[in-house]
């Protein structure tokens, strides 16, 4: 590089550090200065309220001695009219003149307390004034008690007291002292209103260097302003090179576009995902309900006491009219019996006894109930395609939850529309469904043409006591039954539905591989025709005496010879008294340990015997594990159902998770 340019390059290096370094020290300068002034003008403002703030407070003082001094000597000639006139009006006027005076004097003091050159003074004059208090008072009593010539002497000698003199001294020092102090306090106004109009003066001169750096920037900038021209010229070079770095940023930014809509709706899946896991999470809450409905139960107890109680009136006179009381009676408590195992199903509380069944004979069998039901206006129509597919679930809880369906649907089509019931079969993933692990599942469904659901009608819908009919006509236990129950068989419950499009509600339950019970049982896996057996000591362990006292009487009623045990505690020491023992029939729930819990507990010798559970509220132990394949018997019973229990227990025919019900 030659000379000449390296010259050039280091003078255009000097004006470029120059066109930034200037600048930036001009604007410090002038941040500087203007804090500075800020600075200065805030102390000059503070400065001259103080000083005005004291010559206030001398001005005040001043006065309050003024006053003080005023009051005194006013007080003093209405004493001596006061001696002279004899007027009690004008000594009572010299005692409040006096204590006026007294006032003024603690106000004097009160403003002096932060004056120290001045609390000595005020101290003296507070004492002296308390001195010539003692000495007019003194003067006032002479004249009180009708001593005036005693008085006036003694007004004259006060008249010329040292007391007098020494108030008046005091005064005179106290307001010299503030009329001196006065001359500095105003000469402090003076010198801070000085220091005011400065910084004004120096304000107007800090406005016109700004002006002036103005102008300097201005033609520092008019300099950067031809230098980014000569700049521009330059990058004209560089365009194609910017053109292909655009097009470069405008394809990655499509791709991420695509990247954050694809995040976007994986964000919307997870929250959907979240969504269901809080709805199963309130709808195991349902499982903790356990009543609602004691209205219709109380009506179903009203038929049975008064079916009771006519038919004992009618006992023997008419033995046919008593009969068919009874008949009523019986009929009210196979009701209240079933409603009561549906609220026990809907509060998880009741043990599933779940068996394989064939969901496409078990629409078959329920054809003739569901017409019945429903009504003659509603057409309905069934499509099998399980095609042998089995599912294991309690098939009084399955039968029950379809007919809840089927009711639902008709209020919905309003008694007149067209019902469709299908099976199906599908194999879905795990997690497809809700909760439902992958596998082959049987779907059944029921659809309707009725009024359909909101979109916030059917977001509650399996709440319990949630209902959307009128009050007396439903009690919205019905689809939160069907939710407990699915669950409870591994299954999930999914309902799509459109305000005027009617409504289908689809149940998925896995399919079993276990074998349908033979023909020779009915429905509730029990032999059709009783199974007899002998006569069995038979060992009762019940704590309620009551239901002990009826079980025993229906034991005996059968032919058997039963044993009562009122504490499970006791029933090891009974079996080991009664070897002859065939049998042991428990209650599930009682004092200190329950049914299967004793059944456990009992000495090895004693595990071989049958055993027959008896419950009616299972509780804690609805697991059909606890009952370790023994049978169950559900209360309330009859002797027939009884009697075939008692048969399927000591044939040893009975099957796990199997169990009796009241007919």
Known sequence: MAEGEFQDVRTSGWRALARRVLPLLLVALLIGSLGALLYTASNASRDHQRALAEQQRSFEIIALARGFEARTARAEVTLARYVISLDPNTGRLFQDQWRGAASQLKALYYATRKSGWQRGNVEALQYAFAQRGKTLNEIGLRTTYDQKMSALGRFHQAGKSQDLRRITALLDLVINAENARLRERSLAVTIAGDRTEWIGKTSRLLGLAMLVCILFGAWFANVAYAERRKARRQAEIETERADRLEAAVRARTAELSDAYDQLKRESAERAAAEDNLRQMQKMDAVGQLTGGIAHDFNNMLAVVVGGLELAKRKLRLKPEEAGRHLDNAMEGANRAAALTRRLLAFARSEPLLPSAVDPDSLLRGMADLIDRTIGD????????????????????????????LCVNARDAMEGRGKLTLSTARTTMKAGEIGECAAGDYVVLTVTDDGCGMTPEVLARVFEPFFTTKPVGKGTGLGLSQIFG????????????????????????????????????????????????????RILVVEDDPRVLNQTMAALSELGHLPIACDHPSKAAKLLANNVDIGLIMSDVLMPDMTGPEMIKSLPPIFRHLPVLFVTGYAGDTNDSADFEGHAVLRKPYTLMALGQSLAQALNGSHHPGTAAAAE
């Open 377 to 404: 206006q509603v057409i309905v129509s069934l499509a099998h395609q399980a095609q042998g597919w089995r599912i294991f679930v309690d098939q009084h809880q399955m039968e029950n939850a379809i007919l809840n």
């Open 485 to 536: 129950f699915v669950r409870q068989s591994e299954g999930e419950v999914r309902i799509e539905s459109e305000p005027g499009k009617g409504s289908s509600v689809h149940i998925y339950l896995p399919r079993s591989t276990k074998e349908i019970e033979g023909a020779d049982t009915d429905a509730d896996g029990f032999a059709r025709t009783p199974v007899l057996h002998p006569p069995t």
